[in-house]
T-cell receptor, first 108, second 113 residues
Framework: KNEVEQSPQNLTAQEGEFITINCSYS?????LHWLQQHPGGGIVSLFM???GKKKHGRLIATINIQEKHSSLHITASHPRDSAVYIC??????????FGEGTQLTVNP | EPEVTQTPSHQVTQMGQEVILRCVPI?????FYWYRQILGQKVEFLVS????????KSEIFDDQFSVERPDGSNFTLKIRSTKLEDSAMYFC???????????FGSGTRLTVV
């Protein structure tokens, strides 16, 4: 069983829609990261969370430590948001354990 | 904004050859990492490096792999004798300390033929 599970695996939305990507993990963590991977392969860090909620522009990330669950929300989605969104957790040390990613496609 | 720089962006090598992947982490960062992503799979941890030594490594990071910080700026990953299954995107990352966010490089796509 994967330590980090994301859903959905694939998501297609129309421009302007509100998007939610979910991440569940099975063990205690010290931090959770949301990352974005573009078609060229590069990875960009979006958020690091250990509790509560963070917001940056149209992106919002929340985490519920008791339920071992995090969500990434995108408001007013745009075609340029199309990418793979990856949840990764820090369980011990400073290494990250990654989820499989969610492929998001936003159509105009 | 400071960046982690990786070179080359693409490398094709013959099976059995040695390759060195290079990274320049952000200058005031103290923790350095290598991760890899085989095509179609999730990103996997290889190794972390702090204070001029390996602090953690995964089961993937066997004797064929080594890391080095040869000077104050570069961080390298060497694969001694490449196998077909080493074909992947290799990402370098750095962090100011293990509790801060990461900055990833844009990756080196390694193809072993």
């Amino acid at each position: 069983k994967n330590e980090v599970e994301q859903s959905p695996q694939n998501l297609t939305a129309q421009e302007g829609e509100f998007i939610t990507i979910n991440c569940s993990y099975s063990v205690g963590i010290s931090a959770l990261h949301w990352l974005q991977q573009h078609p060229g392969g590069g990875i960009v860090s979006l958020f690091m969370l250990s509790s509560g909620k963070k917001k940056h522009g149209r992106l919002i990330a929340t985490i519920n430590i008791q339920e071992k669950h995090s969500s990434l929300h995108i408001t007013a989605s745009h075609p340029r948001d199309s990418a793979v969104y990856i949840c990764a957790v820090r369980i011990s040390g400073s290494r990250l354990t990654f989820g499989e990613g969610t492929q998001l496609t936003v159509n105009p | 904004e400071p960046e982690v720089t990786q070179t080359p962006s693409h490398q094709v090598t013959q099976m059995g050859q040695e390759v060195i992947l290079r990274c320049v982490p952000i200058s005031n960062h103290l923790y350095f990492y290598w991760y890899r992503q085989i095509l179609g799979q999730k990103v996997e941890f290889l190794v972390s490096f702090y204070n001029n030594e390996i602090s953690e490594k995964s089961e993937i990071f066997d004797d064929q792999f080594s890391v080095e910080r040869p000077d104050g700026s570069n961080f390298t990953l060497k694969i001694r004798s490449t196998k077909l299954e080493d074909s992947a995107m290799y990402f370098c990352a750095s962090s100011k300390d293990g509790n801060y966010g990461y900055t990833f490089g844009s990756g080196t796509r390694l193809t072993v033929v």
